[in-house]
């Protein structure tokens, strides 16, 4: 009698699993200290474009794709967030701070937050007030 049950449970894990792996999974190219601005084309494709060669980390490459951004800003464009890459990571720079993740469409996380003044911190690194 316990053999159907743990058959019919096995199949649904299975089908959850399976469907997971169905999902689209867009990775970052992996240039080796190439900073990268990402754009998404009308035809849901992405467009890496180099900002700066040579950078030595993922944080500097944060701050480049900042800068741009807020020249971009000064010049008028409505578009306030902003995407990056950087040797196989994505840059995700929004008004709560900057996140990252390892696929354009997963899981992003904290890497950066903006403090009162709109500057960028380590998250807990500025005192509450």
Same mark, same amino acid.
């Given at each position: 009698?316990?053999?159907?049950?743990?058959?019919?449970?096995?199949?649904?894990?299975?089908?959850?699993?399976?469907?997971?792996?169905?999902?689209?999974?867009?990775?970052?190219?992996? @240039?080796?200290?190439?900073?990268?601005?990402?754009?998404?084309?009308?035809?849901?494709?992405?467009?890496?474009?180099?900002?700066? @060669?040579?950078?030595?980390?993922?944080?500097?490459?944060?701050?480049?794709?900042?800068?741009?951004?807020?020249?971009?800003?000064?010049?008028?464009?409505?578009?306030?967030?902003?995407?990056?890459?950087? @040797?196989?990571?994505?840059?995700?720079? @929004?008004?709560?701070?900057?996140?990252?993740?390892?696929?354009?469409?997963?899981?992003?996380?904290?890497?950066?937050?903006?403090?009162?003044?709109?500057?960028?911190?380590?998250?807990?690194?500025?005192?509450?007030?």
């Amino acid at each position: 009698m316990r053999l159907p049950v743990v058959a019919l449970s096995l199949l649904a894990a299975t089908a959850a699993v399976s469907l997971t792996g169905c999902e689209k999974q867009t990775k970052a190219p992996f @240039q080796a200290g190439v900073c990268l601005h990402v754009i998404e084309q009308k035809d849901g494709t992405l467009k890496f474009n180099p900002v700066a @060669q040579n950078v030595p980390s993922l944080e500097l490459c944060a701050a480049e794709l900042e800068g741009m951004r807020l020249r971009f800003v000064r010049l008028g464009s409505p578009n306030r967030e902003m995407t990056g890459a950087y @040797q196989g990571k994505f840059i995700f720079l @929004q008004k709560e701070g900057i996140y990252l993740g390892d696929t354009y469409e997963g899981a992003r996380f904290m890497s950066l937050v903006r403090t009162g003044d709109g500057r960028l911190a380590v998250p807990g690194a500025m005192p509450a007030q």
